[in-house]
Structure formats: structure tokens, C-alpha cells
């Protein structure tokens, strides 16, 4: 064992009892690059004589080759296991440690203190119940700082320990430490901390590590770092919270049972229970809790297990099983913090993949109410969210989901947020409250629906998506086939880039965000226009899938023909019908599509239109037969 005790000789199943019921605290190591994290926690493992003789001598060769000391041991290798790590001399990806001592079980997750690896910093600070917080004392608080410390306080870490690090390079000055503490806990005054505990150390000398050192701050009456790890009091708030059981598998291995298999995320659990399952409120009683080793009489946070119920009620992976007497809440609106974790900036409106326990639902940021300044915490006016920045937004989903408020329940209340093309993570969120409109607003049945107009006008309703770079000819084609969808009698109608931007869209302009926000516009339109029986002509650049695949998801399947005008540039420039590509060229207009703005190409558009092998009139007879031979055009 890492650790020693006397039972291990004279009773060895005590010792293991005593081991299985000691309490468990997870906890991670955050600041600013090079504070010193990976050192900490390698020198906190060695002087607990945590290391076993082949690690120890792996660290002795390491040090030799890649460390920093000289003929010292590096402690930052024992946890920096990437070859990028070692090489850098830093920490990219979060590294996790299991150890123990006598008193306490410990998971510590090392986070990198690099800006552009703040993703990986929130990853470790999602399950963990204490901070450590490195200061480098010659430097003091540094932006970096403020950003973890935030990023923990929002991420529902309650208990800090700053660990002002490198004192022996200021010469264990207790003045130094008395200006970055003060410095720290005025900033911390605004999070929402319970308990701040400053200590002085020395990472790469040990000094407060694992006992005090008088010799070195004989001003600090504190506890070292591993004592105050060991008795600090962690609220065992998930056992008390009401019940939350997210159902992550339906297990049906026979006929003859039906669980549902995941992780309880808060509270406990009894056979007999009552419980209501959400979003559909239906209700019903535990009957089983069963496990791999047999059934238990009762659970708690964090036991994987499965539950069946004592009647036959609808229950789907992503649903939550909730204590009877305390529903989670259901809504597809919130209000939320959102960390933005992509180089590329997010567009609200832009459509996501949200992972929430274990749902996934498409779900687009509405709104971005305010980002935070990390530095000062002040709220700042801002349309999108870069790399790292931290912002408070309106969060809209296809469909209503069951979830708690993040300051309620950790587990209900985060999500991410995924790219529908890349499946790459691009935020991390926190769900704040339910907006009013989503329980306040309901969707009115009326008695004249999309079949009966349409079956008035003889047509198949359906958007006609027009997209191609600026002077491809998509508005002439879309005209000239509306056209002739009158001279038959049919009921149309034409969205126009430049008509709409004269009315609906007249308040953007031509950045990302106004793109993305235009085309969400004239989807919704678009898709009143179906439900009107109509098959309505969509001209527009349209320069994002994203966009694209929203417009079309907002209809039926077979009611969104996208119709791809390709045109090389090039010719695309020579016709210039409005000089814009000259102006473009020259400066004078800015995020112009295909000079400054990228176009992203149809992936599978239903028509590819080649307006330089073939003249507007014979592209619009190609839609008509398009429409002709997939019954658009039959009367009803």
C-alpha cells in the first residue's frame, strides 16, 4: 500500500474496512502557466511516499533528460505523461491521480494553465469539490488566475485553496504573501467561494507541502497543503439533494425484465419509492434496484445501477427518473452561462447539437445577453463569444427536456454544446432558469391546416432554396420559374436577398452573426409560407450548411428542394451585375462572400444548377420537370 498502518499486519480485514469507508475528495490544480501545478502535485505525492520504486526510478532517468533541476528530480514529469508535455515542459491535457492517505481518498486532476487549453481546465473543474489555485509569488494574480478561479466558482467548486507558490524565490516574504492573498480574496469577494484558505509554499523545496515548515515561514501558523486537503469539510450535498436518476440505457435483456440502466445524480433511492418520470410526468413505484452483485434496498449519488418499475409507464434513454414528490423542471428555453471552448467564433442562431446527462437535442443560442469579464467580472455588451470567453445567453431547443437548475444539481444542470459537422465540442454550459415565454407560450390547434390549403391550391407546399455565390443568376432562375409556375396556375411566392433585407432583415448587416440571423429569418418565414400551401422561391448567397440544414429541418421531409446555382467565381466577377465583386476587391466592402467571406457548398443538394453550360431559360425548365416528376405539381 502507498501508506502505512499497523493493522495491515494485526488485522488486515479491519484495515481494508477502514479503507472502503474512508471519505473521498476530489480536486484539482489550476492557475496561470507555469505556477507550478504539475510540480505541486508531483512533490506532494513524493513526499506522502506515494510513489511506488519503478516510478521513482523512471522520475530519476526523466529528470536526467527532460527535467529542469539539474540533477534534482522533476516532479512536474510524474503527472505530465503526454511526450508534448515532457518535451514542452508543460501541461496540455488534464492528468488524473488516484492516492491515499491514512485519513482520505484522493482524485487529483493536474489542468493546464496555457489560454488556449482553458477547455481542459473546465473538464477537470466539472467533478471536482476543491480548487487549488497556484500563485506564482514573483508574478502575483495574473489573468489566467482570474479565469480559473471564475471558471471553478461557475462550475459550482465552493471550497478554494490558493497555493502562493515559489516563495523561496522571494525569500519566503510574508510581506508577498499579505499583498496576493489580499489582492486574491478581494477579487474572490465577487464568486461565490464558502470557504478561502491562502498557504505559502514551495513546490520544488517542499516547504507546507505535506507538514508545516516553521523553518522556512516561521510566520505561518496554518495547516500544510495535504492537512488542510485531509480535514477540509466537503458538504455531502449530492446525498441530500432530491432524486435524480437520468436513465441512460433501457435494459431489456428477456421478455421478461425491463430496467433502465444509469448513474444516480443526486439523492437516494429505496424500493417502494415513488417516482414520476420526466419530461412525460408519468408515475409509478421502484420496484427492484438491481446491480451486478445483486439487489439492493437502496442507492445513492453516484451508485451505477438499474431500476425497474412496478408498472408499465413510457420511459426513453435521456429521460429522468425524479423523486415523486420533486419533479425536475421541464422547458426547451433557458437562460444560461456558456463557455465558449472553439477557435472559431459562435453565432447565435447557428444550430448545435446539445449533450445534456444523456440526451441529445439540436438547440441554437437565441441570444447572448452579456459576456463576463474575467478581470473585473463586469458584464460587457458583445454579439458573439471567442475562445475562452464566458457569456451569459438565451439557449432555444427543439423539444422540451427535463432538467435542474446548475446551482441545484450539477449533474441536470451542464451540458455541451457540439458541432453537427465536426461532433467536436465547442461549449460547456450551465442552465440558470427556465424563460418565462417557454411555459407562458402554446402551440394553438387550428382547424384549417397545411393538407387542407393545399389540397384548396392543387399543390404540394414546399421551399424552393436557391444558393450560389453573388451573380451565379440564382434571383433570375428563381423568377424565371416562378413564372412559369404562374402561367400554370400554382401559388407561389419569391423571398429575395435584397427584397427582404428592404423590410424583415432590414437591421443586419453582412458579418457571420447577421448572416446566420438572416437566414434563420427567412426559414421561419419560408415555413409559414408551406403551412400556407404555397411553395414559396428562396433566393439567397445562403453561405453556411448549418444554415441550410436549419431551414430545411424547420419543414417536413420532401418539402425543402435545395437547388445549388453553381457558378464559377471567376464568371461570377465578370458579370458583376452590381459592381459589388470591383468594390469588394478593392477594400471597399467588407465579409463579402467569396472574396473575404467563405461559401460553403451543398453537400447534397436535391438540383445542382450549371449556369455556364446552361442558360437561365433550360435551368428553370429543369426545376419545373423536377417538380413535375416528384408530384409537387398534381393536384391533390
Known amino acids: 500500500m502507498a501508506h502505512q498502518s499497523a493493522l495491515i499486519e494485526t ?60 540533477d534534482e528530480f522533476d516532479f512536474a514529469l510524474l503527472v505530465d505523461g503526454l511526450a508534448a508535455e515532457r518535451e514542452q515542459g508543460i501541461t496540455i491535457d488534464v492528468a488524473y491521480r488516484f492516492f491515499s492517505t491514512d485519513k482520505r481518498k484522493f482524485i487529483v486532476a493536474d489542468t493546464p494553465g496555457h489560454e488556449q487549453y482553458t477547455r481542459n481546465m473546465a473538464t477537470g473543474a466539472s467533478t471536482a469539490d476543491v480548487a487549488i489555485i497556484l500563485v506564482d509569488a514573483r508574478k502575483g494574480m495574473l489573468t489566467q488566475t482570474r479565469r480559473h478561479s471564475y471558471i471553478a466558482s461557475l462550475l459550482g ?35 461565490n467561494f464558502s470557504t478561502i484558505i491562502c498557504i505559502p509554499v514551495s513546490a520544488l523545496k517542499g516547504a507546507n507541502i505535506t507538514v508545516p515548515s516553521p523553518e522556512d515561514t516561521p510566520w505561518y501558523k496554518g495547516p500544510a497543503l495535504l492537512q488542510e486537503l485531509e480535514e477540509i469539510e466537503v458538504d455531502g450535498e449530492a446525498v441530500t439533494q432530491a432524486f435524480r436518476f437520468p436513465v441512460q440505457w433501457v435494459n431489456r435483456p428477456n421478455l421478461d425484465f425491463r430496467g433502465f440502466s444509469g448513474t444516480i445524480a443526486g439523492g437516494t433511492v429505496k424500493v417502494g419509492d415513488e417516482v414520476i418520470v420526466m419530461p412525460t410526468a408519468s408515475r409509478s413505484h421502484i420496484a427492484r434496484i438491481v446491480t451486478a452483485t445483486g439487489d439492493l434496498e437502496e442507492a445513492q449519488t453516484g451508485q451505477s445501477v438499474t ?35 472553439r477557435e472559431e467564433e459562435m453565432l447565435p442562431g447557428r444550430q448545435y447539437y446539445m449533450k445534456i446527462h444523456n440526451k441529445l437535442v439540436s438547440a441554437s443560442v437565441s441570444e447572448l445577453k452579456h459576456k463576463v469579464n474575467v478581470n473585473t ?79 384548396q391550391k392543387h399543390q404540394k407546399p414546399a421551399v424552393l432554396w436557391f444558393t450560389g455565390l453573388s451573380g451565379s443568376g440564382k434571383s433570375t432562375v428563381a423568377n424565371l ?52 400551401g404555397l411553395i414559396v422561391l428562396v433566393s439567397f448567397i445562403s453561405p453556411f ?25 471567376e464568371l461570377c466577377e465578370q458579370r458583376d451585375p452590381k459592381g459589388l465583386y470591383k468594390k469588394a476587391r478593392a477594400g471597399e466592402i467588407k465579409n463579402f462572400t467569396g472574396i473575404d467571406s467563405g461559401y460553403e457548398a451543398p453537400e447534397a443538394a436535391e438540383l445542382e444548377i450549371k449556369t455556364d453550360e446552361v442558360s437561365a431559360e433550360e435551368a428553370a425548365d429543369q426545376i419545373i420537370h423536377y417538380l413535375e416528376n416528384n408530384g409537387y405539381l398534381s393536384a391533390r
Request: hydrophobic share 40%.
Open 11 to 70: 488485522d488486515i480485514e479491519a484495515y481494508l474496512d477502514a479503507q472502503e469507508n474512508k471519505s473521498f475528495l476530489r480536486f484539482l490544480t489550476c492557475g496561470s502557466v507555469d505556477d507550478g501545478k504539475s510540480t505541486l502535485i508531483g512533490r506532494l505525492l513524493y513526499d506522502s511516499k506515494l510513489i511506488f520504486e519503478d516510478q521513482l526510478a523512471a522520475l530519476e532517468a526523466d529528470s536526467k533528460k527532460l527535467g529542469t533541476q539539474g
Open 157 to 191: 467548486i465552493k471550497h478554494v485553496i490558493v497555493a502562493i507558490n515559489k516563495m523561496d524565490l522571494v525569500d519566503y516574504s510574508q510581506d508577498t504573501f499579505n499583498e496576493i492573498e489580499t489582492a486574491y480574496r478581494e477579487f474572490a469577494a465577487q464568486l
Open 307 to 341: 431500476l425497474t418499475l412496478e408498472d408499465e409507464v413510457d420511459v426513453s434513454r435521456g429521460d429522468v427518473i425524479c423523486g415523486g414528490q420533486v419533479p425536475s423542471l421541464i422547458s426547451d428555453q433557458f437562460a444560461a452561462h456558456l463557455l465558449w471552448m
Open 377 to 455: 467580472l463586469a458584464h460587457q455588451a458583445g454579439k458573439t463569444l471567442e475562445l475562452n470567453e464566458v457569456g451569459v445567453c438565451n439557449v432555444s431547443l427543439d423539444q422540451t427536456i427535463a432538467y435542474d437548475a446548475y446551482a441545484d444539481n450539477r449533474n441536470t444542470g451542464s451540458f455541451i454544446l457540439i458541432d453537427r459537422r465536426t461532433n467536436e465540442t465547442v461549449g460547456v454550459g450551465m442552465l440558470d432558469f427556465s424563460l418565462r415565454r417557454a411555459q407562458n407560450v402554446v402551440w394553438q390547434e387550428l382547424k384549417v391546416d397545411k393538407e387542407t390549403r393545399a389540397e
Open 481 to 532: 420559374v416562378e413564372q412559369k409556375l404562374y402561367d400554370r396556375g400554382r401559388h407561389t411566392y419569391t423571398l429575395d436577398g435584397d427584397n427582404v433585407r428592404h423590410g424583415l432583415n432590414k437591421d443586419l448587416g453582412f458579418t457571420d452573426v447577421d448572416r446566420v440571423e438572416n437566414i434563420r429569418r427567412v426559414g421561419e418565414a419560408s415555413k409559414l409560407m408551406v403551412d400556407a
Open 545 to 569: 450548411i448549418s444554415e441550410r440544414r436549419l431551414a430545411r429541418r424547420l419543414v417536413e421531409e420532401n418539402e425543402f428542394i435545395e437547388i445549388f446555382v453553381n457558378t464559377p467565381l
